[in-house]
């Protein structure tokens, strides 16, 4: 026997706060037999992590920092309603977070420093709690917003920045659609250290000619002002998240999967490095591209090593 009841929309105001909406995936909708008619979502989906000092950069409040979070290119081929959900795996001690987009080109887009974010406006904005005088943290953040054929970079965050956590980004669309991660090749821009490295590993003397070691005061004069341009009110501090672009500066560029290893290498536990600590990450990265352009005469980005030549290479790095 079914029975069927009717509820008025003021008692079932009265008597609710929240509705929740489940979006099902294709996977998902197969095992429901009423949906099996339906036409199912695409979606595609991006697993990643907030990093303290990598990718932990907090919402657009912090502007200095903000550009550091997980960039994801989202393209559509037309103008569509797309559903963005952005759940945290933190469960004990979940955070306030949510997330940001920008309208971009649907062509390559390798990287997206901070100064597009200081000069163009976002186009959707998530809230980043249920309760805005108390901050309370959920799980879960969803957004149903109508897009314009193009690209878009979306920017998953924490409320805070240095706050760490794993994080999985749906986006929902009944058309098909592009989800990538937005990161660098790591190349050398520019030489930032001059001929002194090179008569170091030379001659294996620990001596410097006087010409190599001009060389080496000029580089360490020039490493120091992108340094302090990095620091706030000029402190002799650095911050974790700041170290990517004070790198870049110096003449590395370098992915995500670069900086998370120099920044567990040489961040101190306040979160902080200090010169001399920027300096040695500069020589091993330094001494690390010298290695590989040696074994990669034809530039073609790929090189083949003896366990014997990885293991010198390493001691030497």
């Not at 996977?27 to 990718?55: C, I, M, Y």
């Amino acid at each position: 026997m079914c029975f069927h009841s009717r509820i008025s929309y003021s008692d079932f105001i009265r008597t609710f706060t929240h509705l929740e909406l489940v979006h099902l995936d294709s996977e998902t909708a197969r095992d429901e037999p009423s949906l099996r008619h339906k036409t199912p979502w695409n979606s595609r989906a991006f697993q990643g992590a907030w990093q303290k000092g990598v990718t932990a950069g907090g919402c657009r409040n912090n502007i200095d920092t903000f550009h550091i979070n997980p960039q994801l290119h989202l393209i559509l081929s037309e103008m569509e309603e797309v559903v963005i959900s952005l759940n945290q795996h933190s469960v004990i001690e979940p955070k306030v977070i949510g997330f940001t987009a920008y309208p971009v080109t649907k062509n390559g887009v390798d990287s997206i420093g901070k100064s597009f974010y200081k000069k163009h406006k976002s186009l959707v904005n998530s809230q980043y709690t249920n309760n805005r005088q108390n901050f309370i943290p959920v799980f879960q953040v969803c957004e149903r917003v109508p897009l314009e054929q193009g690209g878009y970079v979306i920017l998953p965050t924490t409320f805070e920045p240095g706050q760490e956590s794993s994080f999985t980004l749906r986006v929902f669309s009944s058309k098909p659609i592009k989800l990538r991660m937005i990161d660098v090749a790591p190349c050398l821009i520019q030489p930032a250290l001059l001929q002194a490295k090179g008569s170091l590993e030379a001659k294996r003397t620990g001596r410097l000619k006087f010409c190599d070691f001009k060389d080496l005061m000029v580089s360490l004069k020039f490493w120091q002002s992108a340094f302090k341009s990095h620091t706030k009110e000029r402190t002799g501090i650095l911050k974790a998240e700041r170290l990517r672009d004070a790198l870049e500066d110096v003449g590395f560029r370098l992915s995500t999967e670069v900086v998370s290893t120099l920044v567990l290498r040489y961040m101190r536990k306040d979160g902080t490095l200090r010169f001399g600590d920027f300096v040695s990450a500069v020589l091993r990265l330094s001494m690390a591209f010298n290695i590989f352009e040696k074994k990669d005469p034809l530039q073609n980005g790929n090189i083949r090593m003896t366990m014997s030549e990885w293991l010198k290479a390493s001691i030497l790095c």
